[in-house]
């Protein structure tokens, strides 16, 4: 199994700040985690408010544990409350469904890591996490959605 390069990790990370900046989000906190969830990089903006970390690390924890991003796991969590409860409690509370986290993939496919983004609108972290992997030449589940269940998706027409 391939992982994500500390150089890949800084640029995602960076590529997402810097957009931020550029769209006058909230100060960000970003941060890139290997298959396991094992840290791999953080930043934190100045101003960035308490406990970024946490939300960062459970966005990217949300898309790892579960293969898809984070904003579908906090739509499973609407759908299924009881089922994402346990799952949420069965990971020691580190699942934090709420948009932000997006699995970053390789060329073929394969995940590599996840990105967490916190510290404005739901959807502008989605925006800037998807941002950053591009920016890092890497892929998202949308890219390799046409590869269907060779990288565990279901295949688009």
Do not use: W
Request: a neutral charge; one cysteine or more; charged letters at 25%.
């Amino acid at each position: 199994m391939t992982t994500i390069s500390l150089a890949q990790a800084e640029r995602i990370i960076d590529a997402a700040i810097e957009r931020g900046a550029a769209l006058n989000c909230r100060p960000l906190s970003v941060i890139v985690v290997e298959p396991g969830c094992k840290v791999k990089a953080f930043k934190k903006e100045d101003g960035s408010s308490m406990i970024r970390f946490e939300m960062a690390y459970g966005k990217a924890y949300a898309a790892l544990s579960l293969g898809r991003s984070s904003k579908l796991v906090r739509e499973r969590a609407q759908e299924k409350p009881i089922f994402m409860r346990y799952l949420i409690a069965a990971s020691g509370e580190q699942i934090f469904p709420e948009g932000g986290g997006i699995l970053i993939r390789d060329h073929g496919g394969e995940v590599i890591g996840a990105v967490g983004v916190t510290g404005d609108t739901e959807d502008r972290d989605e925006e800037l996490a998807i941002h950053g992997i591009h920016a890092a030449g890497l892929k998202t589940d949308a890219d390799c959605a046409g590869m269907g269940r060779a990288v565990g998706l279901p295949k688009t027409k």
